[in-house]
């Protein structure tokens, strides 16, 4: 079985206190790699190697356009290894390769983008209100970035989080979920190929509130950008408030996917099937609650549960499966107890509700794809994310209804919307309250595209330009440009 090491300083190293865990394979329920279990020393350690990088070593000395030569290699090696990256992030969380190859394919490009932004940072000059000054700014890198990320997408996560921090200039260490790890630790090897210097990308794994909270506890590191939970994020939030760190989170979601009467039927069946039931469910950005127009929810229902009904389950590296695994065995557990809770609450369960079987789908832990209809907006099921294979149904009268619906959730993360009116497109982009709404299309991420939530959905934009002034900080200068004649510097202005 494969032992890995973590990656810190240039180097692979054990874990300071000697411990490992298992990764397993959530298809054949077979541990495969051991993980090491990273402790508070790993994390001084690595923080220390970050900030001499930063301050004093290389990645500062050197030219933005180097560091982004850097980075243009490494996006040629992502491309180079993205069969194995693949096949070990398939390994690690069960997801479909066909989806986790689409994924390998962008992450080069999520590379090569922002090497591009890495010498094009640049301040400005400004028109000051004195004529004896001149005022200009610096954009300067925030210093230490500790990227926490979930185990759905580690190397995707890293991605968006990393290529603008080192863009910025700054230097970082991953902590990836204890549930799949093992991409991370691989791709930690392709930086080291690239050339960046040692220091500046270190991966320490283990557990959340061993090697998680140690890093958003570090007074020597400026910016946390977290993917995960929002209970996990809440935590971090306030723990990080105690350093005055800056903080980016990347939270759940329970969004909706409105379905209006005058809609491409068939397409948005398409978009909402696999809006909920790709990757299982497992997406931050799942469309777990269909709002449907009364005047066709019925139809609509029968077409959804037709397409649903023919979904196949089974081994995510077989081209012919559409779901995959669910992929931790806590995540199993949750999604059915959300099952137990929706039959409780009166939801009427039309397709699934109870785990797959299957001869090929021993050892693996496989829910049904499932649709509940006559579901109120005020039940859990339509309030609580379950991150799994869950549809729950909702019916609208018109747009009002629809908007006071789809925003009557705690999250905000996205929302899809399926009409043939411009104008009512428009109204509803602008009515709800969330980070991204898709029309006529769902789950069409970009790394180009800022992504993000409001509400409970999280804090700051990743994709995009924006994701790179969340790890720079602006310096102003005043320069006096006066003659020598005698100052009026004691005159409080
Ligand atoms: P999680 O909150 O359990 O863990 C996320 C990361 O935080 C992991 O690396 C974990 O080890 C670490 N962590 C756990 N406890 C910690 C602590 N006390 N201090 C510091 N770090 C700690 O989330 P998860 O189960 O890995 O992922 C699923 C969640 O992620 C879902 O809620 C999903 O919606 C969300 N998610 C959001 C996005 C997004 O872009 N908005 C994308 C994917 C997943």
Redesign the pocket.
Same mark, same amino acid.
């Not at 926490?148 to 997408?153: F, H, I, R, V």
């Not at 977290?226 to 994020?233: A, I």
């Not at 990347?250 to 979601?253: A, I, K, Q, T, Y």
């Not at 497992?282 to 950005?285: A, K, P, T, V």
């Given at each position: 079985m494969k032992k890995y090491q973590l990656f810190v300083d240039g180097d692979w190293v054990d874990p300071d206190g000697g411990t490992w865990t298992d990764t397993v394979d959530p298809y054949r329920g077979e541990a495969w790699a051991q993980i090491p279990l990273g402790n508070q020393n790993d994390v001084t350690r690595a923080v220390s190697a970050a900030r001499r990088a930063m301050t004093d070593g290389p990645w500062s000395s050197m030219s933005a356009s180097a560091r982004g030569k850097i980075m243009r290699r490494l996006g040629d090696l992502v491309l180079a290894n993205a069969d194995h990256l693949a096949a070990v992030e398939v390994r690690d969380n069960g997801k479909l390769l066909a989806e986790v190859n689409g994924q390998l394919a962008s992450l080069a490009e999520v590379w090569y983008y922002y090497a591009g932004f890495a010498d094009k940072i640049q301040g400005s000059t400004i028109p000051i209100e004195k004529s004896d000054s001149v005022a200009f700014t610096y954009r300067e890198p925030i210093g230490v970035v500790a990227a926490?990320?979930?185990?759905?997408?580690p190397l995707w996560?890293a991605a968006v989080k990393c290529a603008p921090a080192l863009a910025a200039g700054c230097t970082v260490i991953v902590?990836?979920?204890?549930?799949a790890s093992a991409s991370t630790l691989e791709f930690a090897e392709l930086t080291r190929q690239a050339g960046f210097p040692a220091g500046v990308f270190n991966v320490v794994t283990g557990? !959340?509130?061993d @090697?998680?909270?140690a890093?958003?506890e570090h007074p020597d590191v400026a910016k946390i950008t977290?993917? /995960?939970?929002?209970?996990? !994020?809440a935590? @971090?939030y306030e723990?990080a408030a105690r350093t005055m760190k800056r903080v980016s989170l990347?939270?759940? /979601?329970k969004s909706p996917n409105i379905v209006f009467e005058d809609a491409d039927l068939d397409k948005a069946a398409t978009g909402v099937v696999s809006g909920i039931f790709g990757a299982s469910g497992?997406?931050?950005?799942a469309g777990s609650r269909l709002l449907v127009h009364s005047s066709i929810k019925d139809a609509f229902t029968e077409k959804l549960v037709e397409i649903a009904r023919s979904i196949r389950l089974g081994d995510p590296n077989d081209p012919l499966t559409n779901v995959g695994p669910i992929a931790?065995p806590p995540?199993y557990r949750k999604v059915l107890d959300y099952i137990d809770i929706a039959n409780a609450e009166g939801a009427r369960c039309l397709l699934g509700g109870k785990p797959a079987s299957g001869s090929d789908l021993t050892g693996g832990q496989f829910i049904e794809p499932t649709i509940y209809t006559d579901v109120t907006n005020d039940m859990r099921i339509a309030q609580e994310?379950v991150?799994g294979p869950i549809l729950s149904i909702i019916e609208f009268e018109d747009e009002k209804h629809a908007i006071a619906l789809g925003n009557d959730v705690a999250y905000g993360?996205v929302a899809g919307v399926w009409t043939e009116n411009v104008g009512r497109a428009l109204r509803m982009s602008k009515a709800l309250d969330v980070g991204t709404v898709w029309v006529n299309t769902y789950r069409t991420y970009s790394y180009m595209v800022p992504?993000?939530?409001t509400k409970q959905?999280?804090l700051g934009r990743?994709h995009g330009i924006e994701a790179v002034d969340g790890y720079l900080d602006t310096k102003s200068i005043v320069i006096a440009t006066d003659d020598g004649a005698p100052s009026n510097a004691f005159v409080m202005r």
């Open positions: 926490l990320t979930a185990w759905n997408s996560f902590k990836p979920s204890e549930f557990l !959340g509130p @090697v998680g909270s890093l958003v977290f993917t /995960g939970s929002d209970t996990t !994020g935590q @971090v723990s990347e939270l759940g /979601g497992q997406m931050c950005s931790t995540q994310e991150f993360l992504f993000g939530g959905s999280g990743e």
